[in-house]
């Protein structure tokens, strides 16, 4: 039998050279990013940087713009969570069923998700165009000009409408982790069910989630860290402006905006750090307090 | 079992925190290199050079062939000097000179467009100062034309010194359709009276009188500046810069309460904040809009072969204020691209690299550019009267012959590098009806304190 104990170094030796990228290009950039935040510096290595104590922050928190891009970002992670997982787990659970043509159905559930996101995001952005654009036109022939929208310029309404294309990118990938979650619930129990008469609502919510309640957790922080991370879609479809004046400002973006538009690196790794704190708090707390099911289950 | 899930959590965690940060740091620690192309010592006219000549004149523009040209032509009566030539495409260019100025490993020509990109290679001295090299040339130097090498894009408040010698000026002024202005019976505005009459009238025909593109920031901005120049002149904005004066002022709210005037009396139609740039054009050049503030670059656009308006396309002067009228001739205009020297260039290479500046950037080289309408030369030259669009630019030129003062973005002179986002932002922001003229003017001072 391949053991740890018998076969350490061939073990360790395949894993070095994994864990010096990761180190070198993952944890050393992100404490080096971390040690930059306190310092002044434009970019230019040979300036070298300046200490600058705990000012970045200072700074940080004194922009109206970045609490208003973590507002939008509590606003996408909330939302993003409250429309990704109920679609797709009902998406899921309707076509872990023997339905026909479940395949046509699964391709296209996913096909956002393989459209590169500057795709997806021009595509919404020809459509919800003021003038020019399908929606509103659309709207106009039928009569009901009314309800036509700028929809991607209305500082009330632009971020709402970017979140939800943002989820409906994603949904298809939540969908397949979901159906993956549910193939593995054996079929016996649901003949049991049957045979108990148990209706759909205790099947969906005395059985089948508790029993993917692992997997929900880990569809929830993969939300969560991607809402993180959204930058793309809001830069292609406010063409990199994140406005009118900083309505659709997510905190990535003002990271983006300072760093490598006003080589202010100092304040961009404040930033940066800034999410780190909130991601992996917020994860922890999701994920471990949660999800998790107990040892002893 | 619950504390190895726990820590492949943590784990799992840690990377995506990781992947976070290392999008800010990834880019930060270039180590600091010496050019090892910048070292040549003894200066003797026929040692062998090489220089590296950094662009962003890629294939399908029209400076590409007039640039090869003239380095045949270089090449020809400078047999030791070899050219090698680094360019990009614009977005890519602008990436690399970032790129290149942070890692100390600039070529040993840049062309670059000057302000807040290039300052930190200017502070750092990575720039050769040029002043000495113009100074002692006086016929190369008064063959610019006039305060041309004082601009912003060249010049530094806070480092004296020339840093660059500019190539192209950025002009602005009125593109407008002769044949919509004829149906409707009107003539080219003068003044900002004349101006509001124009837009009333052709409002009353269904047209949109101005396409502006107010949802790229740079567009509503370049309103502001224009009309900041208007109404209060150029100097101004060196008080603004030096913080000797606030945006929340009559100087700084003027040209948004002037902005805000405009689009509530739907000068720009009905939302400009959701136009783009590309929308405005095509607004423009379709004949849906009569008039386009814009830069003399997009005359050969809109002159076309295959442009629907090439033949009824006019210029018009910015309009001024009658009672503002000691401003009439300041304006959004100046520098727009510049050559400049490394400043590691010693002996036989610094004097080949000043030979081949010299040779692009005289007379009789910006004269070839001037022939193929590629650029909008600094120095005086013959103009070229061959084409639509070479006689409807030297109509600009005309203009800017009586221009008092200019600049182009009005936060060029500032130190603080995130201003001119910021101006472009509340600007979109008012054109949005987000923000009021003096909201807009107080998050601009809230920049400057927040970063004080």
Known sequence: MFTFKKNKVLIIGFLIPALFFYIALMLYPAFYAIVLSFFKWNGVASLGAQFNGINNYLILFRNPVFWLSIRNLAFLLVVSILTQLPVAFLLAYLLSGNIRGASVFKVSFFMPVILSATAVSMMWKLILDDKYGLLNNFLKAVGLEAMSRPWLTDPHLSFQVITLINSWQHVGYFLIILLAGIATIPEELFEALKIDGAGIFTTVFKVVIPLIKEVIGVCVVLIMTNCMKTFDIIYVMTSGTFGPNNVNQVPVGLMYYRSFVEDNFGQGSAIATMVLLFGVLISSIVYIKGFQQKSDV | ?452
Not at chain 2, 166 to 183: C, S, V
Not at chain 2, 312 to 331: E, L, R, V, W
């Open chain 2, 1 to 452: 079992m619950l504390k190895r899930k726990a820590l492949t959590s943590l784990l799992a965690l840690a990377l995506t925190g990781s992947l976070v940060l290392t999008a800010c740091s990834g880019a930060t620690n270039t180590a600091s290199t010496v050019n090892s192309s910048g070292g040549s010592a003894a200066s003797n006219a026929d040692e062998k050079v090489t220089l590296r000549f950094e662009h962003d004149w890629t294939e399908g523009m029209p400076q590409l062939p007039v640039f090869k040209k003239m380095m045949e032509e270089f090449k020809k009566d400078n047999p030791n000097i070899t050219i090698q030539e680094e360019s990009a495409p614009d977005t890519q260019y602008h990436q690399k000179l970032k790129t290149e100025i942070s890692s100390d490993t600039l070529g040993d020509i840049v062309i670059n467009w000057g302000g807040s990109e290039v300052k930190s290679a200017v502070k750092n001295k990575q720039f050769m100062d040029l002043t000495e090299m113009v100074s002692s040339d006086s016929s190369y130097k008064d063959s610019f034309i006039p305060g041309i090498l004082e601009g912003n894009d060249v010049t530094y408040q806070d480092v004296k010194g020339l840093w660059g010698i500019p190539i192209n000026i950025t002009l602005t002024g009125f593109y407008y359709n002769k044949k919509i202005f004829q149906n409707a019976g009107l003539e080219p505005p003068k003044t900002w009276d004349d101006m509001l009459n124009v837009i009333n009238k052709l409002k009353a025909t269904g047209t949109i009188p101005w396409a502006l593109g107010a949802q790229d920031g740079w567009r509503a901005e370049h309103l502001y500046s224009q009309l900041f120049y208007k109404i209060n002149g150029v100097e101004p904005i060196y008080d603004l810069a030096s913080r000797k004066v606030k945006y929340a002022s009559d100087i700084g709210e003027a040209p948004f309460k002037y902005m805000e005037k405009l689009r509530d009396l739907g000068a720009f139609g009905s939302n400009p904040a959701a136009v783009s740039f590309q929308m405005e054009q095509s607004e423009f050049m379709s004949g849906k809009a009569a008039m386009n503030f814009s830069l003399a670059t997009y005359a050969k656009k809109f002159t076309a072969d295959d442009s629907p308006i090439k033949d009824d396309i006019g210029y018009f002067a910015f309009p001024y204020f009658s009672d503002k009228s000691q401003n009439k001739d300041d304006m959004f205009a100046g520098g727009g691209l510049a050559l400049s020297l490394n400043s590691k260039l010693t002996g036989a290479k610094k004097d080949a690299a000043v030979k081949l500046l010299k040779y692009i950037t005289s007379i009789s080289g910006q004269q070839q550019f001037e022939e193929a309408s590629a650029l909008i030369p600094t120095v005086n030259v013959q103009q070229n009267t061959s084409t639509p669009a070479a006689k409807l630019v030297n109509e600009f030129r005309a203009t800017f012959k009586t221009a008092k003062h200019y600049s182009n973005d009005m936060t060029d002179p500032d130190g603080l590098s995130s201003m001119l986002t910021k101006l472009r932002d509340v600007s979109t922001g008012l054109m949005n009806k987000q923000l009021t003229p003096e909201q807009a003017a107080q998050e601009l001072d809230s920049e400057i304190q927040n970063n004080g």
